[in-house]
Every structure is written in structure tokens, then in C-alpha cells.
């Protein structure tokens, strides 16, 4: 099993800017890809952001240049640095893990809200 604690979100201006992180403990061997999803209200939850443990990285089109994801493998924790922020990122921000072999996420984090007010 893979825990994963996300932290770092809260209210921040249009234009502003969050650092989320994500700390994993239990089996991490077991993990790869590490990521974030988001879920805005009354939407489906989407990718935002992923990266393997070798640096690779993933990112939806509506936050490339905007957004950065970042891994310290040694600490075990993943990154995701989120620069000009728009009202729509407003979203519940959910940190995952892949098992190897996998595709989809196997491990959820717990969520973190971040809102961006106009």
C-alpha cells in the first residue's frame, strides 16, 4: 500500500501563484508515475500533471507554461508548481501514484482545494 498526503492549496488571486506538494510513504518501490488530477464542481475529474521516476513529464493542454511538475525521489514527495493562476484551475487538486506495470492511477491522495478568485 501507498499513502499520499497532499498539501499547499488555499485561496490565491487570479494571476497569483500556489506550490502543492505530495508526500508518498508505505510500498514506494512499487511506484512509477506519480500525479495530479483536479475535479472542478459539477465536472469530471481530469489530469493535470504527471511525471515517471525518471524525470519524464505529462501535461494537459490547458496548463502547459502555466504549471510545473517536479520529483524528489529521495524525499519521495512530487511538486506541482502552479504559476498565473485562472478561476477555472479553481478545482479540488488530488495527488496520485501508479503502480508499475499500470496505467491508470492506483493510489489517491486525499484532495486538496485551491481556489483562484477573479
Known amino acids: 500500500q501507498v499513502q499520499l498526503v497532499e498539501s499547499g492549496g488555499g485561496l490565491v488571486q487570479a494571476g497569483g501563484s500556489l506550490r502543492l506538494s505530495c508526500e508518498a510513504s508505505?510500498?514506494?518501490?512499487?511506484?512509477?508515475?506519480m500525479g495530479w488530477y483536479r475535479q472542478a464542481p459539477g465536472l469530471q475529474r481530469e489530469l493535470v500533471a504527471t511525471?515517471?521516476?525518471?524525470?519524464?513529464?505529462n501535461y494537459a493542454d490547458s496548463v502547459k507554461g502555466r504549471f510545473g511538475i517536479s520529483r524528489d525521489n529521495a524525499k519521495n514527495t512530487v511538486y506541482l508548481q502552479m504559476n498565473s493562476l485562472k478561476p477555472e484551475d479553481t478545482a479540488v487538486y488530488y495527488c496520485?501514484?501508479?503502480?508499475?506495470?499500470?496505467?491508470?492511477?492506483?493510489?489517491w491522495g486525499q484532495g486538496t482545494q485551491v481556489t483562484v478568485s477573479s
Open positions: 511525471i515517471t521516476r525518471g524525470g519524464s513529464t
Open positions: 496520485t501514484a501508479v503502480r508499475n506495470g499500470l496505467s491508470t492511477p492506483t493510489y
Open positions: 508505505g510500498i514506494i518501490f512499487s511506484i512509477n508515475v
